[in-house]
């Protein structure tokens, strides 16, 4: 195994990794990080000026079970040439310290948006669409990877009411950094520098319009990628990027820009949703009876504090709905794992009954 020590250092490499490195047989192979996906292509950057398109092993693809089996923006593999210059094979991808997934729009499996990350960077802009429902979404998903999540409210010198908006955001999530910026002022965030150190990797995240790319393309310092602005008859955003990309920042740390999604599910994130809903969860653990159904029982925990102005409704539905969420996703990924057992022992059956008849 070979690579360029301070390039894996900068690029987020660390004892995590190292540890497990450790445990596989890495001889001939090279560690490098994936950094763009493209159709079962992955970009993969091995040195500070050495980056190339690989594929993953017809084995690896064989034995894969699910999406999470492939590579993914972020992920740290270990590859060796394929006898093309412009190609090589992926072998192994090494443990993930995180993944940020969600449910697949139309399907239960699950789609991941990227892995290895420090920082959650929720992107909402400041207009009619803020919606501290969806921001609730993003933030469970976030912690549910075990990721920092980080607020930024963007697009501040468009709204007359940005200094509103932002304390009602930041009395909605009283434990996180919330940030409002505009494209004029990023020169003024001072926290970028803190927290995209060198090693860091941010992911990037949020709904289609909020301004993502734009602030994206200041952080790596240059137009890397399409912008557009928000329609101006609804306030909604037009998709700009189409697939996840790594970027070396200007501060050092890494960043990774996301598609704009419409819709964000969410699969069996129930440590984010006990995470993201701490207070409630506490009052639960209070109710007088254990199966309490939170409408008409004595001694409701959830009652009172409902009466009492202590927990809002609109707080309360919104657990309970992502909570519904979770269950559903929960038992339809139960079924899916059991139908891809079955069809996983069924090709492996089928593979072994064609090499017999080759035999014969």
């Given at each position: 195994?070979?690579?360029?020590?301070?390039?894996?250092?900068?690029?987020?490499?660390?004892?995590?990794?190292?540890?497990?490195?450790?445990?596989?047989?890495?001889?001939?192979?090279?560690?490098?990080?994936?950094?763009?996906?493209?159709?079962?292509?992955?970009?993969?950057?091995?040195?500070?000026?050495?980056?190339?398109?690989?594929?993953?092993?017809?084995?690896?693809?064989?034995?894969?079970?699910?999406?999470?089996?492939?590579?993914?923006?972020g992920d740290w593999?270990?590859?060796?040439?394929?006898?093309?210059?412009?190609?090589?094979?992926?072998?192994?991808?090494?443990?993930?310290?995180?993944?940020?997934?969600?449910?697949?729009?139309?399907?239960?499996?699950?789609?991941?948006?990227?892995?290895?990350?420090?920082?959650?960077?929720?992107?909402?802009?400041?207009?009619?669409?803020?919606?501290?429902?969806?921001?609730?979404?993003?933030?469970?998903?976030?912690?549910?990877?075990?990721?920092?999540?980080?607020?930024?409210?963007?697009?501040?010198?468009?709204?007359?009411?940005?200094?509103?908006?932002?304390?009602?955001?930041?009395?909605?999530?009283?434990?996180?950094?919330?940030?409002?910026?505009?494209?004029?002022?990023?020169?003024?965030?001072?926290?970028?520098?803190?927290?995209?150190k060198p090693g860091?990797?941010?992911?990037?995240?949020?709904?289609?319009?909020?301004?993502?790319?734009?602030?994206?393309?200041?952080?790596?310092?240059?137009?890397?990628?399409?912008?557009?602005?928000?329609?101006?008859?609804?306030?909604?955003?037009?998709?700009?990027?189409?697939?996840?990309?790594?970027?070396?920042?200007?501060?050092?740390?890494?960043?990774?820009?996301?598609?704009?999604?419409?819709?964000?599910?969410?699969?069996?994130?129930?440590?984010?949703?006990?995470?993201?809903?701490?207070?409630?969860?506490?009052?639960?653990?209070?109710?007088?009876?254990?199966?309490?159904?939170?409408?008409?029982?004595?001694?409701?925990?959830?009652?009172?504090?409902?009466?009492?102005?202590?927990?809002?409704?609109?707080?309360?539905?919104?657990?309970?709905?992502?909570?519904?969420?979770?269950?559903?996703?929960?038992?339809?990924?139960?079924?899916?794992?059991?139908?891809?057992?079955?069809?996983?022992?069924?090709?492996?059956?089928?593979?072994?009954?064609?090499?017999?008849?080759?035999?014969?």
């Amino acid at each position: 195994m070979s690579s360029d020590r301070n390039f894996l250092v900068n690029y987020g490499w660390n004892g995590f990794f190292e540890s497990h490195l450790a445990e596989i047989n890495s001889d001939g192979l090279k560690i490098g990080r994936v950094i763009c996906e493209e159709r079962n292509l992955y970009r993969i950057q091995f040195s500070q000026d050495y980056k190339v398109w690989g594929q993953v092993t017809g084995k690896k693809q064989f034995e894969a079970q699910s999406r999470e089996d492939f590579p993914a923006v972020g992920d740290w593999i270990l590859a060796k040439a394929s006898g093309s210059d412009d190609r090589v094979i992926i072998q192994e991808i090494l443990p993930r310290k995180s993944v940020l997934k969600r449910k697949q729009v139309g399907s239960a499996d699950s789609q991941i948006l990227s892995t290895n990350v420090d920082y959650g960077f929720v992107t909402s802009s400041l207009n009619d669409d803020l919606n501290i429902r969806r921001i609730e979404r993003y933030v469970t998903l976030i912690k549910d990877a075990g990721v920092e999540p980080v607020l930024l409210l963007t697009k501040a010198d468009l709204s007359a009411e940005a200094d509103e908006f932002t304390q009602k955001v930041q009395k909605s999530f009283p434990t996180l950094q919330v940030y409002a910026v505009s494209q004029e002022n990023f020169e003024n965030a001072h926290f970028f520098k803190e927290l995209l150190k060198p090693g860091t990797t941010s992911v990037f995240l949020g709904s289609s319009g909020v301004g993502k790319s734009t602030l994206v393309n200041y952080l790596i310092g240059e137009q890397r990628l399409k912008t557009q602005s928000i329609r101006e008859d609804d306030d909604k955003g037009r998709h700009t990027t189409t697939s996840r990309q790594l970027f070396a920042s200007r501060f050092g740390g890494l960043v990774i820009d996301t598609p704009g999604m419409r819709e964000l599910q969410l699969l069996d994130h129930e440590e984010g949703l006990s995470s993201q809903f701490e207070e409630v969860e506490a009052l639960l653990s209070q109710c007088r009876f254990s199966d309490c159904q939170h409408e008409t029982e004595p001694g409701c925990a959830i009652i009172q504090a409902l009466e009492d102005g202590a927990l809002e409704i609109d707080r309360w539905q919104s657990y309970q709905k992502l909570l519904r969420e979770v269950r559903h996703a929960q038992r339809k990924q139960d079924k899916a794992l059991a139908s891809e057992e079955k069809k996983k022992w069924k090709k492996i059956s089928q593979a072994l009954r064609d090499k017999y008849k080759l035999r014969e």
